[in-house]
């Protein structure tokens, strides 16, 4: 047991692992205040992606100079003054983004203090997704409102499907399908967060981050980000599909079962199968090439 703690602590003398673990347990406490408070896990998953990004790039940092006296003597003070950043709004119950904020101090300090100047490049898409998290509630809030009208014409595909699912469905009004149930109708009222918007939101960060990160064509990025964003909206209406069809067959009472997990377990089976197949592609397109050229 000595042996193995010993064998941690001679591990964390090194520089880059000392760095990722100070770049880690702020951002580890931030984001698990932010579960607490918001009990959202998408808000989760973007900060955590953008320090994943930041570890994949250890062979960079390792051959990257350190700073001058100077340079460190800024990023000490820039993480000095994270903190009173951090402690000083986020008292503020309205400001979503303090912890953001103050990370985003915090990290650069980090990278003056550890790493020459041009280490700052590797801290973008940390940065980014970091502070695109902490003000994703914002975002929300507008989309909602931008969403708000668009509800009509969601609830019109639903109808649709429930159709192909030949779930028995009559439209109450825009915004409300009446389910036919064997026990009575089921009124199901339709809102703008139904429309997915912010799985879309979250998914639309992350991709834009990972295809900075890769080196394909620019037609290569457009197209595959176009196809994620469709997956996304076509994982949406299989969620909305399932809860139907959870209260058609099961009752009511049963949809707040589903509805609470169904949406992140489809939306990070879909992110997963989604970078696995991207992170595939060219073997993919090999493979379609040769079946397409057999006679």
């Known amino acids: 047991m000595m042996g193995k703690i010993s064998l941690f602590v001679s591990g964390l003398k090194t520089k880059i692992n000392f760095f990722y673990l100070l ?3 702020p951002l580890g406490l931030i984001v698990y205040h932010k579960y607490v408070t918001e009990h959202s896990m998408l808000s989760v998953l973007i900060p955590f992606y953008g320090f ?4 994949f790039k250890k062979d960079r940092l390792l051959q990257l100079n350190d700073g001058g006296k100077v340079q460190r003597f800024v990023g000490l003070v820039a993480i000095l003054v994270s903190f009173f950043t951090y402690y000083t709004l986020a008292g503020s119950p309205d400001l979503y983004g303090a912890g953001a904020a103050f ?3 915090y990290i650069v300090g980090l990278f003056l203090v550890f790493f020459s100047i041009p280490a700052l490049r590797e801290s973008l898409s940390i940065l980014f997704l970091v502070v695109a998290g902490g003000f994703s509630p914002y975002i929300a809030e507008w989309l909602t409102y931008q969403m708000e009208p668009l509800v009509p014409y969601f609830v019109r595909i639903m109808m649709f499907v429930l159709a192909v699912l030949r779930i028995p469905a009559t439209l109450h009004n825009p915004t409300v399908i009446v389910l036919n149930t064997s026990e009575g109708p089921v009124w199901v009222p339709f809102e703008a967060g139904c429309i997915g918007f912010y799985g879309f939101m979250v998914f639309s960060i992350i991709i834009v981050v990972t295809m900075m990160e890769e080196s394909a064509s620019l ?10 964003l469709v997956g996304a909206f076509v994982i949406n209406i299989i969620r909305v599909s399932l809860i139907s069809a959870v209260i058609y067959y099961f009752g009511y009472k049963d949809w707040g079962r589903i509805h609470a997990w169904i949406g992140y377990a489809l939306f990070f089976l879909w992110l997963g199968f989604f970078f696995v197949i991207f992170s595939k592609r060219e073997a ?11 006679p």
Do not use: H
């Open 219 to 228: 037609r290569t990025k457009l197209l595959w980000s176009l196809g994620g």
């Open 23 to 25: 770049a880690f347990v």
């Open 103 to 105: 990370y985003a101090v």
């Open 52 to 55: 994943l990004l930041l570890f």
């Open 284 to 294: 993919i397109q090999s493979k379609i090439r040769v079946l397409w050229q057999k």
